[in-house]
């Protein structure tokens, strides 16, 4: 695929959203290195499960044979998913073990005597 104008600069929306992070935060050298990485985190930034899944498959290679990041972008990433995780914590999902721990009967067999 023929690379784009999106992919050699940060975008507007992107420079404001680096602009909002804490200054620890701020991913600098990811933004000189890999400009399309900071426009789609940007444009990620507020939709959580999305944004998690894009930070996690940065730093978890699951297709096999990436390159991989120089330690500093690593350590950016790594810090903005971290402060990511803090900003946005996952939403607890229920399950079975939920109800019995709250003393109250399994979903399943609710209804049933």
Request: charged residues 35%.
């Amino acid at each position: 695929m023929p690379e784009s104008p999106y992919d050699r600069a940060p975008i507007r929306a992107t420079l404001g959203w680096l602009q909002q992070l804490p200054p620890g935060v701020v991913p600098h050298e990811l933004r000189q290195g890999y400009p399309r990485i900071a426009n789609r985190l940007a444009r990620l930034w507020d939709t959580p499960a999305a944004c998690r899944e894009y930070l996690d498959s940065l730093v978890l290679d699951r297709r096999g044979g990436r390159r991989g990041f120089a330690r500093e972008v690593l350590q950016e990433i790594r810090a903005l998913r971290e402060h990511y995780w803090q900003q946005y914590p996952p939403e607890k999902t229920r399950d079975v073990w939920d109800d019995v721990r709250e003393g109250q009967r399994p979903l399943a067999r609710r209804g049933r005597r």
